[in-house]
């Protein structure tokens, strides 16, 4: 079996061995390479020690020295070259406190995760794979490297990663590794908030969102999500509906892009519904100001998981605004005034997010829901192709303007701006200087 690797990293083992150390390519990028994947990243291990690896290439960046990781700089791309070594006890669930360098490659693989990202290719010897990662990919299935106890006490944000491979790459878990998570979930909590993002959101990005359900059944989402757990136990009985609103989140999922602020906004539209639910005299259920709560939860999570700014301002304006319109039917004025209410930058999201919701809920009038979304996406392409003014941003006057007009500054200038874009909304004609001007003198007199 044959991997072909780019010459840089051809380069560096051929430096290493040349030497008179052994060195190849291992984990991630020998998993995609046997699966046809172009790799992101060669990662490479070695027998020589850092000091070693350092005397040997010109530009080196001390990364993880202490942890045996050079990174070699080769026209400005990085390659990691990790010394071979055995950890020590992982005091934190996250760390070994120690790592004991080793000239066995054996060694250095039984340390590593799962059997698919323990292989290692050299051109010289070929693939090593001491414990069948090949016959898992083949049976698609994620099995840890020895016990998965002591791998995920070893770092328990490998079952995170399990996870996430398996909806990365459409996999199962074996059983005893599954196993292993059920018991050891609860050492979750001593995973950072920032390492817990970073692998939800890959799983979220993934094919398979929806194998946020085996996360939950794993009892794996109780630690850091457990707003998730009750959603699958919040039932929907309404004829808009066929399934309870975790399974629906779940099918939601499905029907976006993979993108990051998408596939989050799916995840939380429904999160308030718990906190909202009420069952009418016929056994209905309904969550009534339900967007607003989902809204303020969101918030609440995205802070808690350490999210950046920009990502969770967009997914909470998503959430907010998903359930907009509904049983609305869209006229130019209606939908102009949408995209100014909830901003021109997530207008096309928000669209996508609605189609989404109703491709989750039951048959019931899904046409006719699938029609009225067409009709908004219609009349917004034609209010972009027109240039038609949305925001301040593109009326024909400025707070300048209105202040050499005469106009007074301050609150009362900002409320005259607001007035003369709603006039804009409905008559999207009157955006012309001249005429605002004039508005502006009627409506201050």
């Given at each position: 079996?044959?991997?072909?690797?780019p010459?840089?990293?051809?380069?560096?083992?051929?430096?290493l061995?040349?030497?008179?150390y052994?060195a190849?390519a291992?984990?991630?990028?020998?998993?995609?390479?046997?699966l046809?994947r172009?790799?992101?990243?060669?990662d490479?291990?070695?027998?020589?020690?850092p000091?070693?690896?350092?005397?040997?290439?010109r530009?080196?960046?001390?990364?993880?020295i202490?942890?045996?990781?050079?990174?070699v700089m080769?026209?400005?791309?990085?390659?990691?070259?990790?010394?071979?070594?055995?950890?020590?006890?992982?005091?934190?669930?996250?760390?070994?406190s120690?790592?004991?360098?080793?000239?066995s490659?054996?060694?250095?693989?039984k340390?590593?995760?799962?059997?698919?990202?323990?292989?290692?290719?050299?051109?010289?010897?070929?693939?090593?794979?001491?414990?069948?990662?090949?016959?898992d990919i083949?049976?698609k299935?994620?099995?840890?490297?020895?016990?998965?106890?002591e791998?995920?006490?070893?770092?328990?944000?490998?079952m995170?990663?399990?996870?996430?491979?398996?909806?990365?790459?459409?996999?199962?878990?074996e059983?005893d590794t599954?196993?292993?998570?059920?018991?050891l979930?609860p050492?979750?909590?001593?995973?950072?908030?920032?390492?817990?993002?970073?692998?939800?959101?890959?799983?979220?990005?993934?094919?398979?969102?929806?194998?946020?359900?085996?996360?939950?059944?794993m009892?794996?989402?109780?630690?850091?999500?457990?707003?998730f757990?009750?959603?699958?136990?919040?039932?929907?009985?309404?004829?808009h509906?066929?399934?309870?609103?975790?399974?629906?989140?779940?099918?939601?999922?499905?029907?976006?892009p993979p993108?990051?602020?998408?596939?989050?906004?799916?995840?939380?539209?429904?999160v308030?519904?718990p906190?909202t639910?009420t069952?009418?005299e016929?056994g209905?259920?309904?969550?009534?100001g339900?967007?607003?709560?989902?809204?303020?939860?969101?918030?609440?999570?995205?802070?808690?998981?350490?999210?950046?700014n920009?990502?969770s301002?967009?997914?909470?304006?998503?959430?907010?605004f998903?359930?907009?319109?509904?049983?609305?039917?869209?006229?130019?004025?209606?939908?102009r005034?949408?995209?100014?209410?909830?901003?021109?930058?997530?207008f096309?999201?928000?669209l996508?997010?609605?189609r989404?919701?109703?491709?989750?809920?039951s048959?019931?009038?899904?046409?006719e829901?699938?029609?009225?979304?067409e009709?908004?996406?219609e009349l917004?392409?034609?209010i972009?192709?027109k240039?038609?003014?949305?925001?301040?941003?593109?009326?024909?006057?400025?707070?300048?303007d209105?202040?050499?007009?005469?106009?007074?500054?301050?609150?009362e200038?900002?409320?005259?701006?607001?007035?003369?874009l709603?006039?804009?909304l409905?008559?999207p004609?009157?955006?012309?200087r001249?005429?605002?001007?004039?508005?502006?003198?009627?409506?201050?007199?």
């Amino acid at each position: 079996m044959r991997i072909e690797i780019p010459e840089q990293a051809k380069y560096i083992i051929d430096t290493l061995t040349g030497a008179g150390y052994e060195a190849y390519a291992v984990g991630g990028c020998v998993r995609d390479s046997l699966l046809g994947r172009t790799p992101e990243d060669w990662d490479i291990t070695t027998s020589a020690r850092p000091e070693q690896v350092k005397d040997l290439f010109r530009r080196t960046i001390d990364t993880g020295i202490r942890h045996g990781t050079v990174t070699v700089m080769l026209d400005k791309q990085g390659f990691e070259i990790t010394t071979y070594r055995i950890d020590g006890r992982y005091e934190d669930s996250r760390h070994p406190s120690e790592v004991t360098f080793t000239p066995s490659l054996e060694e250095d693989l039984k340390r590593r995760d799962f059997t698919i990202n323990a292989m290692a290719y050299s051109e010289e010897r070929g693939l090593v794979d001491l414990f069948d990662g090949l016959s898992d990919i083949r049976q698609k299935r994620i099995r840890c490297v020895g016990d998965p106890e002591e791998r995920f006490r070893e770092d328990a944000l490998r079952m995170m990663r399990a996870i996430r491979f398996s909806a990365q790459l459409g996999y199962t878990i074996e059983e005893d590794t599954r196993e292993a998570i059920r018991r050891l979930a609860p050492n979750l909590k001593n995973i950072s908030a920032e390492r817990i993002q970073a692998e939800l959101v890959k799983l979220l990005i993934s094919d398979h969102p929806d194998d946020l359900r085996e996360a939950y059944r794993m009892g794996v989402t109780k630690v850091f999500l457990p707003e998730f757990d009750v959603l699958m136990e919040t039932p929907q009985n309404h004829p808009h509906h066929q399934y309870n609103v975790g399974e629906h989140t779940l099918h939601a999922l499905l029907q976006v892009p993979p993108d990051k602020t998408l596939r989050l906004a799916m995840l939380f539209h429904d999160v308030g519904k718990p906190a909202t639910l009420t069952t009418d005299e016929a056994g209905i259920t309904h969550f009534h100001g339900h967007p607003a709560v989902s809204e303020q939860i969101a918030r609440k999570i995205l802070r808690r998981l350490k999210f950046d700014n920009d990502t969770s301002q967009r997914v909470a304006r998503l959430v907010r605004f998903h359930d907009y319109g509904n049983g609305t039917e869209p006229s130019p004025y209606v939908v102009r005034r949408a995209v100014s209410r909830m901003g021109e930058d997530i207008f096309e999201d928000f669209l996508k997010v609605k189609r989404a919701d109703v491709m989750a809920q039951s048959m019931y009038q899904r046409e006719e829901k699938l029609a009225n979304i067409e009709r908004w996406n219609e009349l917004y392409q034609e209010i972009c192709e027109k240039h038609q003014c949305v925001s301040l941003k593109t009326l024909a006057v400025t707070g300048n303007d209105l202040i050499a007009a005469g106009r007074q500054s301050g609150r009362e200038l900002g409320e005259l701006l607001d007035r003369l874009l709603e006039l804009v909304l409905e008559h999207p004609e009157y955006n012309t200087r001249e005429i605002l001007l004039e508005q502006a003198k009627r409506l201050s007199d």
